[in-house]
């Protein structure tokens, strides 16, 4: 209903009154009729919760839209562009009923109740949402620490890590046969000089793009094009041995060196000219290990949180750790500091890698969200490093 039928509609019912009849009328209307301004305010700020319909009386339109949240907030738009012509609607519906009643003292006795019913029923709506979303976010908080990944490693199991990711990085620059080496093709420049020899093509396969464990004996110690470095090991072509080429940043390292001496390198194959293997990128065993083993702890450090992970190395050293400081002696050097701790560690290596131990430390971390298949299922067999 729009304004203009609004004030017709109440104009004609008034008219139809006599005069002393009017004077009643007017002082009824003026106590119940509702204002369509304030309706579309407070259906525009709580609509939601059914106030503007209980504004008008309509306590069952109201009690209608509070439980539904306003059909989820698209009656409450609706009534956005409904509600004054609502208001008008129930003030003509009153307009009738008093000019019904027009010969009562009080032709309209407005139910006082209906304002303290709709804001009780609000306050409990409220205080139920409240308590709701409360319970709800306690359930949240809770469920969310339950399935928290993530595990931390003991002093002791800190420790531990410590001494075997030095160990590694040191055996591995003495040429031992460690974690790191296995990822690499071993081969000393002589033997990589026989391959080429017997059949380049072989060699290439073997070789060629790869990276390399390379050991040799320094025949001669050079810097080439551009004053890059690069050395000359000990073969059987005495006129063209192998060769390991540098960048400018190894030549410090590579003008401490002396001829004679062996040296241990992790470089790319480079292929061979006239059967003569050739290195390049070459940087020194210790240098490689130390780079590696920061990236190993950064991948542990991922693995302990309940990241996935791709580096089977980092895995495996988590699980051996964990698994071996759940059989240490409580007298072990690894209580406190890594010195001596290595010693204490391999008197316990075959017991901490046994098949029942990694299995039984691998379940422990799947409940943690660390999730690492490294026990075999091989019989008794025990895992080995």
């Not at 069952?60 to 306003?70: C, D, E, F, P, S």
């Not at 790191?180 to 391959?195: G, Q, T």
Request: charged share 20%.
């Amino acid at each position: 209903m729009n304004n203009m039928t609004y004030f017709i509609s109440r104009k004609n019912i008034r008219d139809s009154l006599s005069e002393s009849e009017r004077l009643n009328f007017d002082m009824g209307i003026a106590g119940v009729e509702k204002s369509p301004t304030v309706a579309l305010i407070l259906s525009l700020t709580l609509g939601t919760l059914g106030v503007d319909r209980f504004y008008l009386g309509q306590i069952g339109l109201g009690l209608t839209k509070l439980v539904t949240l306003g059909c989820l907030g698209i009656w409450t738009i609706i009534d956005w562009f409904l509600i004054m012509s609502s208001t008008r609607s129930k003030n003509i519906q009153l307009a009738h009923k008093l000019q019904k009643n027009i010969n009562f003292t009080n032709p309209i006795n407005p139910k006082k109740k209906y304002p303290w019913v709709f804001i009780i029923i609000t306050i409990m709506f409220c205080l139920f949402i409240i308590g709701f979303i409360s319970e709800k976010n306690e359930t949240n908080d809770k469920s969310h620490l339950s399935s928290k990944k993530g595990y931390t490693l003991t002093p002791r199991e800190s420790i531990m890590l410590k001494a075997v990711l030095e160990d590694e990085a040191l055996s591995f620059s003495n040429g031992a046969d460690t974690i790191l080496k296995r990822e690499l093709v071993s081969v000393s420049a002589v033997n990589a000089e026989i391959d080429y020899n017997k059949n380049q093509v072989a060699a290439d396969q073997k070789y060629y793009g790869k990276m390399l464990y390379v050991t040799g004996q320094i025949a001669s110690i050079n810097s080439g094009l551009g004053n890059n470095p690069y050395i000359i090991f000990h073969g059987i072509n005495t006129f063209m041995p192998p060769q390991a080429h540098f960048s400018k940043n190894a030549a410090a390292k590579i003008a401490s060196l002396m001829k004679g001496q062996t040296i241990n390198l992790v470089c790319v194959g480079d292929g061979s000219i006239a059967g003569t293997p050739m290195f390049k990128n070459c940087q020194f065993a210790l240098s490689y290990a130390e780079k590696k083993i920061t990236q190993i702890e950064s991948d542990i450090s991922d693995c302990l949180s309940g990241k996935k992970i791709s580096s089977e190395i980092a895995k495996m050293l988590v699980l051996t750790t964990i698994a071996s400081a759940r059989v240490l002696p409580e007298e072990s050097m690894c209580l406190t500091s890594t010195k001596g701790c290595l010693t204490d560690m391999k008197k316990i290596f075959k017991l901490a890698l046994s098949k029942k131990n990694l299995k039984s430390t691998a379940e422990e971390l799947k409940s943690f969200g660390i999730d690492i298949n490294f026990v075999k299922e091989h019989g008794d067999q025990e895992y080995s490093l």
